[in-house]
C-alpha cells in the first residue's frame, strides 16, 4: 500500500516538475494577441460587498488556477503540439485548457455587468471603471476593476396599492411573513423573491392562475435622499378574446376548485382503453391494468369540489413517486366552463409504468490482511407485487475466503458465508387496527424485512437472524428523510464450536466473548437526514451554484427495555446475573449520533468541506457492554485518514498488531472532525487536501482497553489528528476517491506523539480508496 502511494506521490511530482519547466504559458498565443493573465477586483464603499460575490458577473476570467497560482489544464493543453491531425495533440488539449485571449469587448460588457448588478442591489450610484496593463515581451495582460459602490438606497416605507379585496386581505395580514422590511437595502433580488412568495401564498388558497408578473413595485427614489418609498401593486386578471388582450378588466382574480380527476394510465395512442371508476376518480387504463384503483386514488390529495391548492399537487406528487411501479408522473390541470358561479379545474395525471421485475448480478474480489477471496451476488426485484406497487427485493450473496494462517494453534480453512435476505416494501402506512383514513393520508412506506447469514470457520460455525418492521417518510425532493423502525431483531446462535474455544481466544476480554456468544438484540430506533442541495434537473438549461450546502444527519437507538420490563414485571430469575429470553441473554442500551457538514463553494471550481460528528452509547439494565456490533470505531477512508479502519482508539490505547487487536479497539464515544478543499483540476481529476481529528473512547474502564475510558480533563490531549492529500474521479454519477492520510498527532501510548515533526512513511502513512466524498 505505501508503495502505490510513494508511486503516485513521485509521478505527481514528475509532471508538476515538467509542466513547469517545458511548458510556455503563452506558446499558443496568437500573433499580435494577449492571453489574459490576471482579473482582479478591487471595491471602495460599501463592505458589505465583496469582490468574491461580483467574479460571476464578470463576461470573462483567466484560466483557472489550481491552489490559486498553478494553471494545470493551461499547461496540460500546452504539452499539445501545433499539429492537430494528429492523435495525441488532440487528446492532450480535450485534457487541457486553451489560453483565454484577452477581449475589449468583453471587458466593456463586464464592467456593465458589475454595474448592473450593484444597482439591483441598491447602489444606484455604483461606478466601474477599467483598467489595464500589458506585457508586450510576455504576450499577457492584466485587467483590474474599480468598483465604487457609493451609499445604497434603502427602504423607508411599504404601501399596497391593490384593487382586489380579497387578495389584498391574504397579502397584508401576512406581511409578518414577509422578506422586505423597511430599513433593508433596495435590493431587487429580494423583490423578486417575494414575489415568487406571495404567489405561491395565493396559489395555495385557490388563486391556480396567478403568477408573479402580476405583483410589480414602484420605488419612488430621489438623486438628494437614499430612501426609497415602496408600492406594492397586484393588476387584475387580463382576458383573452380570439387570442388577442383586450384590456386590463375590472373584475378581480378567481379562485379554482377541482372538477375530475382522471389518472390516465396508458398512452392515448393504446387501444383498447378502458375507464374504471373509483370513489371519486376515474382511471383509463390499456390492456394492462397494473395498478389497482384504491392504490391510485389512496395517492391523490386533490377531490372533487375542492379548493385547488398548489401544496396539495405536490402532496400527490410525492405521494405517487413512492409507487416504483412508476417511471414517471406529470400532472395537468385544465380550466373547464364555469359552474354554479365558480371557475374549475380537471386534473389529468399522467403516469408510465417501469419494468415490473429485474435481477442484478455482482462479483467481487476481498483481500483481508492477505486473506483472498471472492463474493457472489444476485438480487432480484418485484415492483407491483400485488398490483399496489408493493415492492420485493430477495438478495442471495456466498463469500469465500482461504485463511492464510492459523489463530492460537487452529488449522489452516477457509471462511465461507452465505446471507439472504427478504423484504417487502408498501408504499402506505401499514399498522394494526389503523383505519382507512389514517392509512390514506400519512404519506409514509412501510417495509417489513427477514434477513439469514451463515458464517463457517474451522472454530466455529455462527448463524445471525433478523426480522424489521420499519416506516419511512420521504419529501418529494428528497432533501429530507424520517426513519422509524418500529422493530428491529437481531439474534445470534452458535450451534458449533471447536473444544473451549471461547476460552482459548478470549479467556479475559468480555468484548470478544460477547460477540461469539449467543445473544439478543431488539431496538426500536429512529433516523433524520436533512439537506439543501438541489439535485439539478436534465430540463434546466443552467444550474446556479449554491453558495452553501448543508447536512445534517441524526439518529437515536434503544434495545432491551420492553424486554426488561417484562422480565422484571413477572418476576423472571436472573441468570449470571442477567435476564434471559429464550434461554439467551439480551441487550439493553441507548445510544445516539449526530453528524453536520457544510461546504462552502467559493466558486464552480473551489470549495471548502467542514464536517463534525459525534455519538455515544450507553449500556444498563440488562447490559454492561454494548453488542460489538453497536460501538464505535475510528479511522478508515470516513474517518482520521491517517489510520487504517478499526486501528486507532479507544483513548490513548495501543495497538500492537491491526489482525488481534481490532475487536478492541471500538468505543462507546465518537468524535470527528474534518476540514477539506477541494479543487477540480482537469478533465475528471478533482484535487483534495484535507486535516482530520477525532478519537473514540469508552464510558467504562475496561480492563483489555488500558487508556480508553473517557475523562473531561484528559481527552482533548487524546484527540488524534491527520492530513493529507486527495486524487477524485469525479464521473458524474459517481466518485471514485484515492486518499493518502499522514498521522500529525498521535495519542496511543508508547508511540511517537508528534509524528508530524519527525514523519516516517512506513509507521505513518495510510492509502485510502472509496466511492464518493468522506461527507
Excluded at 461580483?54 to 494545470?72: A, D, M, T
Excluded at 418529494?476 to 474455544?501: A, C, G
Excluded at 449520533?593 to 463553494?601: C, L, M, P, Q, S
Excluded at 470527528?672 to 478533465?683: G, P, T, V
Aim: glycine share 8%; aromatic share 14%; net charge positive.
Amino acid at each position: 500500500m505505501h508503495k502505490v502511494a510513494r508511486f503516485i506521490i513521485y509521478f505527481a511530482t514528475i509532471i508538476i516538475l515538467t509542466v513547469i519547466a517545458s511548458c510556455s504559458s503563452t506558446r499558443h498565443v496568437p500573433k499580435g494577441q494577449y492571453m489574459l493573465d490576471e482579473v482582479s477586483i478591487r471595491i471602495e464603499g460599501d463592505r458589505e460587498i465583496s469582490s468574491s460575490d461580483l467574479e460571476n458577473y464578470l463576461k470573462q476570467s483567466p484560466n483557472h488556477e489550481v491552489l490559486g497560482f498553478w494553471k494545470l489544464q493551461l499547461g496540460t493543453y500546452n504539452l499539445s503540439g501545433s499539429d492537430t491531425t494528429k492523435w495525441y495533440n488532440r487528446w492532450v488539449r480535450r485534457m487541457g485548457q486553451p489560453p483565454v485571449i484577452y477581449s475589449q469587448s468583453l471587458t466593456e460588457a463586464s464592467a456593465k455587468q458589475l454595474r448592473l448588478a450593484l444597482v439591483n442591489r441598491g447602489y444606484l450610484e455604483a461606478t466601474v471603471e477599467t483598467d489595464t496593463v500589458m506585457i508586450p515581451q510576455e504576450k499577457k495582460i492584466k485587467v483590474s476593476y474599480l468598483v465604487t459602490t457609493g451609499e445604497p438606497r434603502r427602504i423607508s416605507s411599504i404601501s399596497y396599492e391593490i384593487p382586489d379585496t380579497a387578495i389584498a386581505n391574504i397579502i397584508i395580514s401576512d406581511t409578518i411573513l414577509s422578506t422586505i422590511k423597511p430599513g433593508d437595502r433596495f435590493d431587487r433580488d429580494n423583490l423578486d423573491s417575494e414575489r415568487a412568495i406571495i404567489t405561491q401564498r395565493l396559489r395555495d388558497r385557490g388563486y391556480y392562475a396567478f403568477n408573479k408578473e402580476y405583483i410589480t413595485f414602484y420605488a419612488d427614489t430621489s438623486e438628494y435622499d437614499k430612501n426609497v418609498d415602496l408600492t406594492m401593486t397586484v393588476r387584475p386578471p387580463r382576458r383573452l378574446n380570439n387570442e388577442k388582450i383586450l384590456a386590463d378588466t375590472l373584475t378581480g382574480h378567481s379562485r379554482y376548485y377541482i372538477n375530475k380527476i382522471f389518472f390516465v394510465t396508458a398512452q392515448p395512442e393504446t387501444s383498447p382503453l378502458d375507464t374504471v371508476y373509483y370513489k371519486d376518480v376515474a382511471i383509463i387504463y390499456g390492456p394492462d391494468h397494473y395498478l389497482k384503483p384504491s392504490a391510485l386514488q389512496q395517492k391523490c390529495y386533490l377531490a372533487p369540489g375542492q379548493l385547488y391548492r398548489a401544496a396539495d399537487v405536490d402532496r400527490t406528487y410525492e405521494s405517487l413517486a413512492r409507487l416504483g411501479i412508476l417511471k414517471s408522473i406529470n400532472i395537468e390541470l385544465v380550466p373547464v366552463a364555469e359552474l354554479d358561479g365558480k371557475k374549475w379545474l380537471d386534473a389529468y395525471i399522467l403516469l408510465s409504468r417501469n419494468k415490473k421485475q429485474s435481477i442484478t448480478f455482482d462479483v467481487e474480489g476481498t483481500n483481508s490482511e492477505g486473506d483472498l477471496g471472492f463474493g457472489l451476488g444476485a438480487t432480484y426485484q418485484h415492483r407491483n407485487l400485488a398490483k399496489g406497487s408493493q415492492l420485493l427485493t430477495a438478495r442471495l450473496r456466498m463469500n469465500y475466503e482461504s485463511l492464510s494462517g492459523s489463530f492460537n494453534g487452529l488449522i489452516n480453512d477457509r471462511y465461507t458465508e452465505y446471507a439472504g435476505e427478504i423484504g417487502i416494501t408498501f408504499p402506505k402506512f401499514e399498522f394494526p387496527f389503523a383505519s382507512q383514513r389514517v392509512r390514506e393520508r400519512l404519506n409514509v412506506s412501510t417495509e417489513f424485512a427477514l434477513s439469514f447469514n451463515y458464517q463457517e470457520r474451522p472454530e466455529y460455525t455462527r448463524i445471525i437472524a433478523g426480522a424489521a418492521w420499519k416506516y419511512k417518510w420521504v419529501n418529494r425532493s428528497n432533501t429530507r428523510r424520517h426513519n422509524f423502525d418500529l422493530l428491529d431483531i437481531n439474534y445470534v446462535y452458535l450451534p458449533e464450536s471447536t473444544h473451549d474455544f471461547l476460552d482459548q481466544i478470549a479467556p479475559d476480554n468480555p468484548l470478544l466473548r460477547y460477540s461469539y456468544e449467543d445473544h439478543f438484540i431488539m431496538s426500536i430506533g429512529y433516523r433524520y437526514y436533512n439537506t439543501n442541495k438541489r439535485i439539478p434537473s436534465s430540463l434546466l438549461r443552467t444550474y446556479k451554484l449554491q453558495p452553501t450546502v448543508y447536512t445534517i444527519r441524526a439518529s437515536v437507538e434503544t434495545a432491551g427495555n420492553t424486554l426488561y420490563a417484562i422480565s422484571s414485571l413477572s418476576g423472571a430469575k436472573r441468570h449470571d446475573g442477567i435476564y434471559q429470553v429464550f434461554g439467551i441473554g439480551y441487550s439493553q442500551y441507548v445510544k445516539g449520533e449526530v453528524d453536520y457538514a457544510i461546504t462552502r463553494n467559493i466558486n464552480p471550481r473551489h470549495s471548502l468541506a467542514f464536517h463534525v460528528g459525534g455519538g455515544i452509547g450507553v449500556p444498563y439494565g440488562n447490559s454492561s457492554v454494548l453488542p460489538f456490533e453497536k460501538r464505535f470505531y475510528a479511522g478508515g477512508a470516513n474517518g482520521v485518514r491517517g489510520w487504517g479502519v478499526r486501528t486507532l482508539g479507544p483513548g490513548s490505547y495501543d495497538s500492537r498488531n491491526s489482525v488481534t487487536d481490532f475487536i478492541n479497539q471500538c468505543g462507546d464515544i465518537r468524535l470527528d472532525l474534518s476540514l477539506e478543499y477541494r479543487a477540480k483540476l482537469f478533465w475528471v481529476l478533482e484535487g483534495g487536501a484535507f486535516i482530520d481529528a477525532g478519537n473514540i473512547w469508552t464510558i467504562h474502564n475496561y480492563e483489555n482497553q488500558p487508556g480508553g475510558m473517557f475523562h473531561f480533563n484528559t481527552f482533548w490531549k487524546q484527540i488524534a489528528v491527520a492530513y493529507g492529500l486527495g486524487l477524485r474521479f469525479d464521473f458524474s454519477y459517481f466518485l471514485l476517491r484515492l486518499d493518502l492520510g499522514m498521522k500529525a498527532h498521535n495519542p496511543a501510548a508508547g508511540q511517537e506523539r508528534w509524528p508530524i515533526i519527525h514523519p516516517d512513511w512506513h509507521r505513518d502513512a495510510t492509502f485510502h480508496f472509496a466511492v464518493g466524498y468522506p461527507f
